[in-house]
T-cell receptor
Framework: AQKITQTQPGMFVQEKEAVTLDCTYD???????LFWYKQPSSGEMIFLIY??????QNATEGRYSLNFQKARKSANLVISASQLGDSAMYFC???????????????FGKGTHLIIQP | DSGVTQTPKHLITATGQRVTLRCSPR?????VYWYQQSLDQGLQFLIQ???????AKGNILERFSAQQFPDLHSELNLSSLELGDSALYFC?????????????FGQGTRLTVV
């Protein structure tokens, strides 16, 4: 079974609109971390935001916020006021805590290709 | 610029050959991760080193190996290359190991096996 599921292969959004990118995860670890990365066409991976399983509040970083619904095992990324430069692949990822003492690498979803239209 | 340097940026080689990918982590980062990104498999964790020691293995083939040197740079060795090994190989680094530790990725090495 996939540990990270991103159900939107691609999205088209008008500039200045808010965008929600879906991510659901599967783990039996009580301790885990959820990450979002952006990959522009140039190829590099850019860290956006992190949410820990024990965090009481949803994470926010500038225009990025994470809608964390623990009971539903979802960690959706919300981009407010989208810009043309937001066009990229977006990956949701998870690190499970107790299974590897935090030592394991990230497990990534297949990504969502976001295109912002003027 | 993440501060993680990978060389070379592009590599074209023939099947059966061996290549070495190099990664210099951010200054002060002790942990290095290697990932493979391919069209069919997506982004996969390969292996992690922390302060010179192997700490975790993911989906790394036996034909692949890695090491982290005393100066903390790391190399990923790929041998007996097959067409299916063509992919973008990322190195990422972080200060310490930890569940909430974000990893900073290099630009990647694009490997093409012909």
């Amino acid at each position: 079974a996939q540990k990270i599921t991103q159900t939107q292969p691609g999205m088209f959004v008008q500039e200045k609109e808010a965008v929600t990118l879906d991510c659901t995860y599967d783990t039996s670890d009580p301790s885990y971390g959820l990450f979002w990365y952006k990959q522009p066409s140039s190829g590099e991976m850019i860290f956006l935001i992190y949410q820990g399983s024990y965090d009481q509040q949803n994470a926010t970083e500038g225009r990025y916020s994470l809608n964390f619904q623990k009971a539903r095992k979802s960690a959706n990324l919300v981009i407010s006021a989208s810009q043309l430069g937001d066009s990229a692949m977006y990956f949701c990822a998870m690190r499970e805590g107790e299974s590897g003492g935090g030592a394991d690498g990230l497990t990534f979803g297949k990504g969502t290709h976001l295109i912002i239209q003027p | 610029d993440s501060g993680v340097t990978q060389t070379p940026k592009h590599l074209i080689t023939a099947t059966g050959q061996r290549v070495t990918l190099r990664c210099s982590p951010r200054s002060g980062d002790l942990s290095v991760y290697w990932y493979q990104q391919s069209l069919d498999q997506g982004l996969q964790f390969l292996i992690q080193y922390y302060n010179g020691e192997e700490r975790a293995k993911g989906n790394i083939l036996e034909r692949f190996s890695a090491q982290q040197f005393p100066d903390l740079h790391s190399e990923l060795n790929l041998s007996s290359l097959e067409l299916g090994d063509s992919a973008l190989y990322f190195c990422a680094s972080s200060v310490v190991m930890g569940m909430n530790t974000e990893a900073f990725f290099g630009q990647g090495t694009r490997l093409t096996v012909v």
